[in-house]
Nanobody
Framework: QVQLVESGGGLVQAGGSLRLSCAAS????????MGWFRQGPGKEREFVAA????????NYADSVKGRFTISRDNAKNTVYLQMDSLKPEDTAVYYC?????????????????WGQGTQVTVSS
């Protein structure tokens, strides 16, 4: 089991950037795939990006491809989401999740451990 804490959210104008961080506790972080998901008002939680245990492979939702970058630093037990060219439709609570295997999934139900979320608001 890992405990996850997200940070870095906030209010930004359209076209701006934010970098989210997800700090993990526990010695198993480096063996787990990690994902970022988001949930807008009245919507279901949706996949944003994911990364394998060693950072060797990543995957992105079509809506963020080319604008967002997921990365991880296993020495710091942290996964990041760099968000550039933000749009109002990116407004949501962003969550990081841990999948207790080395390889990612885009299915939210495959992730077992979650952080509390961080709010991202993009104004037009």
């Amino acid at each position: 089991q890992v405990q996850l804490v997200e940070s870095g959210g906030g209010l930004v104008q359209a076209g701006g950037s934010l970098r989210l961080s997800c700090a993990a506790s526990g010695r198993t972080f480096s063996s787990y795939a990690m994902g970022w998901f988001r949930q807008g008002p009245g919507k279901e939680r949706e996949f944003v990006a994911a990364i394998t245990w060693n950072g060797g492979h990543t995957n992105y939702a079509d809506s963020v491809k080319g604008r967002f970058t997921i990365s991880r630093d296993n020495a710091k037990n942290t996964v990041y989401l760099q968000m550039d060219s933000l749009k109002p439709e990116d407004t949501a609570v962003y969550y990081c999740g841990a999948r207790r295997t080395p390889y990612y999934s885009i299915d939210v139900t495959e992730y077992v451990d979650w952080g509390q979320g961080t709010q991202v608001t993009v104004s037009s």
